[in-house]
């Protein structure tokens, strides 16, 4: 299912229409019935206090967003790292055995650079059925060894193939592991209610209304960005898969 979170340039163009129309219904009402002299200090207390508000929410999930971009490229340089381990490892097969693992492991690693590259939701389906059938191959071809030779060269080959399937497991699990909505919305709010005392406790209508909604706009679409690992600009690039791929010849 696609996340609305997914399209960050639309969800800042949409949070700056709100936004600004927030604040002109904030100044609307404030022409309706406007501050008292004795209520404007009160009133900028309750406004400073909800600005705070919201400048620490928008810190708080953006380092949100950055925590989860970091983990995406720490796991992947961990699947590289386990999978040119495994290739090394299956030196210790007999060598027919070990041919057909360094195969599969290639394929396997062409699989994973396509992973994270791929954009399309069908080619991404067919990468991930690819992937998980290769997975039970490379653990046939590693397992068959083990009561035949169960040495511990062969359970090192054994467990250097369960840090490689492992590792695809963290990956999937950091690329899911996204801002929950219900922060967004909390998110949304605020910032509606911000702008709304914005307009409220502006003497005139001015340009200035535009301010604070394409700041706090410009921050979404930078964490929406960030948060996003398939529809933003940034993106985890994999550097060191394909510098592995093309480190791996055929033997």
């Not at 007999?94 to 699989?111: I, M, N, S």
Request: glycine share 6%.
């Amino acid at each position: 299912m696609k996340n609305a979170m997914d399209f960050p340039f639309t969800v800042s163009v949409l949070c700056f229409v709100a936004l600004w129309l927030s604040a002109r219904i904030g100044f609307f009402f404030a022409k309706r019935r406007p501050l008292q002299t004795d209520q404007r200090d009160d009133f900028n207390v309750v406004q400073a206090g909800a600005l705070t508000l919201l400048g620490l929410l928008i810190g708080f999930t953006f380092s949100m967003a950055i925590g989860r971009y970091d983990q995406r490229k720490n796991y992947e340089e961990a699947e590289a790292n386990a999978i040119g381990t495994e290739y090394v490892r299956v030196d210790v097969l007999p060598a027919a055995d070990a041919v057909k693992v360094r195969d599969l492991l290639r394929r396997y690693l062409d699989l994973r650079v396509l992973f994270y590259t791929a954009t399309n939701g069908q080619q991404l389906q067919r990468i991930n059925a690819d992937t998980a059938q290769l997975q039970n191959q490379l653990w046939s071809a590693v397992e068959v060894d083990a009561p035949v030779q169960p040495t511990p060269l062969t359970a090192l080959a054994l467990a250097g193939m369960n840090d490689v399937l492992n590792s695809q497991g963290y990956t999937q699990a950091a690329w899911w592991n996204r801002i929950p909505l219900e922060a967004w919305v909390l998110l949304l709010l605020i910032s509606v209610g911000c702008n709304l005392l914005i307009g409220y406790g502006a003497h005139r209508k001015s340009r200035l209304f535009m301010v604070l909604p394409l700041a706090v706009s410009v921050s979404f679409f930078l964490i929406a960005d960030i948060d996003s690992p398939r529809g933003g600009i940034i993106r985890v690039q994999p550097q060191n898969l394909i510098s592995l791929a093309q480190g791996l010849t055929p033997q």
